[in-house]
């Protein structure tokens, strides 16, 4: 793993404890995403990466299953740190959000049956949808301008929806559909 | 409250973990296919209202996992959950980036990524639906997802300032 480093870079800066606390920044700054934030940590902050090989390890962090922050610090840990490097990564992006999220879990069931409380979650439950709603939207814009994309998109649309398929099913069948047809008919 | 749960929980989510595509937003609808209708360990605004909270809160989307799991299996579920969602997905990566040699812009890349993003969008869209019916405000309900929607995508408001129009809302209706 330490051949996947790049050649240039002093590897004296990026100890275990480096990446741990790097993560544990980027997972507590983020607010309805943590990408932006991991931009700024990695590239600018800590100089990690450069420019180019941070939006190279972010498409192979896309690409593969897993929440695309988590594998940004398991592919960064491993290349600089190897396996030590990956769980420093990953416990720093994690445990920190995670003892909050724990708190948040507990005021929340002390106090979820306060009347007007449970307005107020009624409303923002809604606004939560529209945000995911939002990023739906967002998502949409940027596909590839392709009647296959959009029956596919629709197609997945409709089973999670309408029919409650269990999600594994809906992948593996749709999955290898939008594969081949990026591949007959890239946009 | 029911501690049991947290097993079969984190064993769907550790299952999700390995088809994942999208992040934790994509897995949505059969979180809440499998906790809500299935099982019925929360109600549809309880998981909706969760989902909101964990949107609110700094970390990453996954962590939503532990929010949920909390509340019907207590502790020990706020911790399987996420490391149900978490470990399978990343003992793939990590095994792939011991075989990964740098690769540039590999055509195969291009294909994976136009290939999924419209399951991607699918199931995101799909999971604001489930959400918004989950919310259980009737027609205001659908109002405010549906404003929300259109101000996320097209202005720049921080989307705290969305939840927090959300609440307003809430409160006032």
Same mark, same amino acid.
């Given at each position: 793993?330490?051949?996947?480093?790049?050649?240039? #870079?002093?590897? #004296?800066? *990026?100890?275990? #404890?480096?990446?741990?606390?790097?993560?544990?920044?980027?997972?507590?700054?983020?607010?309805?995403?943590?990408?932006?934030?991991?931009?700024?940590?990695?590239?600018?902050?800590?100089?990690?990466?450069?420019? #180019?090989?941070?939006?190279?390890?972010?498409?192979?962090?896309?690409?593969?299953?897993?929440?695309?922050?988590?594998?940004?610090?398991?592919?960064?840990?491993?290349?600089?740190?190897?396996?030590?490097?990956?769980?420093?990564?990953?416990?720093?992006?994690?445990?920190?959000?995670?003892?909050?999220?724990?708190? *948040?879990?507990?005021?929340?069931?002390?106090?979820?049956?306060?009347?007007?409380?449970?307005?107020?979650?009624?409303? *923002?439950?809604?606004?939560?949808?529209?945000?995911?709603?939002?990023?739906?939207?967002?998502?949409?814009?940027?596909?590839?301008?392709?009647?296959?994309?959009?029956?596919?998109?629709?197609?997945?649309?409709?089973?999670?929806?309408?029919?409650?398929?269990?999600?594994?099913?809906?992948?593996?069948?749709?999955?290898?559909?939008?594969?081949?047809?990026?591949?007959?008919?890239?946009? | 409250?029911?501690?049991?749960?947290?097993?079969?929980?984190?064993?769907?989510?550790?299952?999700?973990?390995?088809?994942?595509?999208?992040?934790?937003?994509?897995?949505?609808?059969?979180?809440?296919?499998?906790?809500?209708?299935?099982?019925?360990?929360?109600?549809?605004?309880?998981?909706?209202?969760?989902?909101?909270?964990?949107?609110?809160?700094?970390?990453?989307?996954?962590?939503?996992?532990?929010?949920?799991?909390?509340?019907?299996?207590?502790?020990?579920?706020?911790?399987?959950?996420?490391?149900?969602?978490?470990?399978?997905?990343?003992?793939?990566?990590?095994?792939?980036?011991?075989?990964?040699?740098?690769?540039?812009?590999?055509?195969?890349?291009?294909?994976?990524?136009?290939?999924?993003?419209?399951?991607?969008?699918?199931?995101?869209?799909?999971?604001?639906?489930?959400?918004?019916?989950?919310?259980?405000?009737?027609?205001?309900?659908?109002?405010?997802?549906?404003?929300?929607?259109?101000?996320?995508?097209?202005?720049?408001?921080?989307?705290?300032?969305?939840?927090?129009?959300?609440?307003?809302?809430?409160?006032?209706?």
């Amino acid at each position: 793993m330490e051949n996947a480093a790049p050649a240039l #870079r002093p590897p #004296r800066a *990026i100890t275990c #404890r480096s990446l741990a606390w790097g993560f544990a920044r980027i997972g507590l700054s983020g607010i309805g995403g943590v990408l932006p934030y991991a931009h700024h940590t990695i590239v600018e902050d800590e100089g990690w990466l450069t420019d #180019r090989e941070f939006t190279e390890v972010l498409s192979i962090a896309q690409i593969l299953p897993g929440p695309n922050i988590a594998n940004v610090a398991i592919l960064l840990g491993t290349r600089f740190r190897g396996t030590a490097g990956a769980a420093a990564a990953l416990g720093g992006l994690f445990v920190p959000p995670l003892l909050i999220f724990i708190a *948040i879990a507990m005021l929340y069931r002390q106090f979820a049956d306060i009347a007007w409380l449970k307005r107020v979650f009624v409303g *923002i439950a809604a606004a939560a949808a529209g945000l995911i709603l939002g990023m739906g939207l967002k998502l949409a814009v940027a596909l590839p301008r392709k009647l296959w994309a959009v029956a596919i998109a629709l197609a997945a649309l409709g089973v999670a929806v309408v029919m409650h398929v269990p999600l594994p099913w809906v992948v593996l069948a749709l999955a290898p559909v939008g594969l081949a047809c990026a591949w007959k008919w890239p946009a | 409250m029911n501690p049991e749960a947290a097993w079969p929980f984190a064993a769907h989510l550790a299952v999700l973990s390995i088809v994942s595509v999208g992040g934790a937003h994509a897995m949505l609808p059969d979180i809440y296919r499998f906790v809500v209708t299935e099982h019925g360990w929360l109600g549809g605004q309880e998981f909706a209202t969760l989902v909101a909270l964990s949107q609110a809160a700094p970390g990453p989307n996954v962590l939503v996992t532990a929010l949920l799991g909390y509340q019907f299996g207590g502790l020990l579920a706020a911790i399987v959950a996420p490391v149900a969602f978490i470990l399978p997905s990343s003992i793939a990566v990590y095994a792939f980036a011991h075989l990964h040699v740098r690769s540039g812009d590999a055509p195969w890349k291009r294909i994976a990524m136009q290939g999924l993003a419209p399951l991607t969008v699918g199931l995101v869209i799909a999971s604001g639906i489930v959400l918004a019916q989950g919310a259980g405000a009737g027609v205001a309900g659908y109002a405010v997802a549906a404003a929300v929607a259109l101000a996320s995508a097209f202005t720049r408001l921080h989307p705290l300032v969305l939840i927090g129009a959300g609440a307003a809302a809430g409160f006032l209706l």
